[in-house]
C-alpha cells in the first residue's frame, strides 16, 4: 500500500506543476497548450471520437491493477443471462422442466426464462461477450457515454469545455467506478440521456432530420435501460420541444421544417420504439403491454416500489434465499413512514452526492447562484430538478437510477468551472486556477483509488464473487460436464448468491443448482445422469467444509483435474439490492 500512496503524491506534484506553478512564474507555455487543447477541441468530431478510444486506453491501462471484474451481485449475473440469450439468437429461452432446482434471484421463469430487466444494458454485454467477453461491452458502453457526453455539450457551451466534461466523466465513472468494473452500471442509460438533450441543443438551432432520429434513438435507449426515469427525465424536453414547435415562425417554411424535419420523424421513431417493446414483452412476457421488470415485481415482491404505495401480503416462496430477501430484507428495509421516507431521502441525498460530484467539485458550491441565474442552463437545470424528483420518489436507490441525469450534472459542473474561470483578482486568473486545482484533485484521487485496487471506495459490490468464478473456470477446464449443488447454512447472506446460469441448461458445460429437497434432487441427478455432481457449502466457516466435492451418493463419474480441486474462499454482502 505504501509504494501506491509514494506513486500517488508523485503524479500529483508532477501534475500540480504543470497546472498550476506557470501562474505565478509568468511562463507563457501554459498558454500556448490552451491555444493547442482549444485548436483541438475545435475538431468537433475529432474530439469525440479520440475521447472514446482514450476512455478505452485508460481503462486497459490499469487492468494490471484493477483487472477484468468479476460479477457478484444478483443484477450482473440476470444482465449476463439476457446477453448469452441474445448471443444464442433469441429474446427469451423456454421454461426447463426442472426449474426449480435453478430460480433466483431477478430470474423469471414462468413463461419464459428471461431477465427481469430492460434490454438494452444486455444488448451491449452481448456485443462484448460476441467479441470476446461481456466486459468488453461494458468498456464500450462506458466510452460511449463519455464521447456522447462532449458531442451533447458541443451543442451548449463552447467545444473546448465540453471536452473538458468528458474528461471529467471519464475520470470518475471510467477507472474505477462500478459503473465501469460491473456489469450493472448505468453508462448505457447516461448515453441515452446525453444523446436526448444533445439532439434537442442541435434542434432548437437547425431542426435537421438527423437530429431528430438521433433525440430518438436516444429516447429508445432510456425507454430500454431506466423506463421511469427515462420517462421523468424527458418531460422537460417534451415541454420544451412543444414550445418550439408552436413557437412564432418567420415563414410558413419554417414550420414545414419544424413538422417534416423534426415531429414526423420523431413521431415515426417512436411509433418503430413502441413496436420493438411491444414484440419484446410479448416474446418475455406473453402480454405486449406487460413489461418483464413488471411481471417479476408482481410475481416476486410484496414490498412497495415508490414511497406512497403499501406493502402486499407476505407470498411463500421456494426456497430460503428467496424467503429471506422477499419476505425478510425487502420488506423491513422500507414502512410507510415518514421517518423511514426521510431516512431514505437522506440516504440518496449523501449516495448521490458523493457518487456524482467528486470531493473537488464541492469547491464549486459558491458558484450556484450564478447558475441559477444562467439562462443557457434553465432547461438543464430544470431536468435536473424534476429528474432528481422522480428518483427520490422510487424506494430502491442506487447511482445508475440516476444515470439519465448525469449529461445534465456535468453540463452544469462544467458550465460553474466556465462561471468560475472568469474571476480575477489583481489581474491574476484566481479562477482558472481554482478550476485546475479541481481537475488535479479529480485526477489524483482516481489515480490513488487505481493504484490501491479499489472501486469505489468502501463499496463491496467491486470485489466479485471471485470464489465461485474460480470453481467454475476450474470445472470448464475439466472434462465432462458438471452438476453443482449448492447448500446453504441457515446464516446464508441472500444477497450472495451463487445459483446462476446462462441461456442454455441442458448443454451446458457447468450448472449451477440448489439443493433443494431428496424428491427434487433425485428428479435433477436422473435428468443429468451423464453430469459429475459435485457439492459446495460456501456458508461453512471451516476451509475443509467448504472445499468442492463431490456430492455424497450420486453415481462418480472419472474426473481428471487439470488442477488440484479449487477452495472456496468467504464472500460478505453489501446489504443492497
Known sequence: MFPDKIYTLIGLILFSSVAILPFFSGSSVLHRAEKSVVRFTERRAFAVCVLFFAVIGLRLAFLPALGVPVPRIHDEFSYLLMSDTFAHGRLANP???????????FVSWIPTYSSMYPPAQGLFLMIGQLLGHPWIGVLLSNAAMCALIVWMLQAWIPPRWAFLAGVITALQFSVTSYWINSYWGGAVAAAGGALALGAVGRIRRAGRLRDALLLGLGLGLLANTRPYEGLVFCIPMAVYLLWWMLGKTKTRDDLRIRSGQVLLPLLASMIL??????????????????????????????????????????????????EGLFN??????????????????????????????????????????????????RLLLVTLLIGALGVFTVVWG??????????????????????????RMKGRRIGALIVRVVVVILFTVTLDRALQHTCDINDARCTGNVARAEIEDELNSTPGKHLVMVRYNKSHDHHVEWVHNGAEIDSAKVLWARDVDEAQNERLFAYFKDRQIWLIRPDEVDPKLRQLKIYPGAAVQPVRWAAAPPHQATSSGDGRR
Do not use: C
Not at 295 to 317: E, G, I, R, V
Not at 343 to 364: C, D, H, I, N, P
Open 273 to 322: 420504439l413502441g413496436s420493438f417493446m411491444a414484440y419484446y414483452n410479448w416474446r418475455l412476457t406473453g402480454n405486449p403491454l406487460l413489461f418483464p421488470h413488471v411481471l417479476y415485481t408482481d410475481t416476486y415482491y410484496t414490498s412497495p416500489s415508490f414511497l406512497w404505495q403499501d406493502p402486499k401480503p407476505p407470498l411463500h416462496y421456494r426456497n430460503a434465499q428467496l
Open 398 to 423: 442506487h447511482p445508475h437510477y440516476a444515470a439519465p441525469l448525469t449529461a445534465v450534472v456535468f453540463a452544469l459542473v462544467v458550465q460553474a468551472m466556465r462561471h468560475l474561470n472568469t474571476i
Open 328 to 377: 425478510g430484507w425487502s420488506r423491513d428495509y422500507y414502512h410507510k413512514s415518514w421517518a423511514d421516507a426521510r431516512r431514505l431521502t437522506q440516504e440518496k441525498f449523501v449516495m448521490f452526492g458523493s457518487y456524482f460530484f467528486s470531493q473537488a467539485e464541492w469547491l464549486l458550491l459558491p458558484i450556484v447562484p450564478f447558475l441559477l441565474r444562467d439562462r443557457k442552463m
Open 95 to 105: 421454461t426447463h422442466p426442472l426449474w426449480i432446482s435453478f430460480e433466483t434471484m
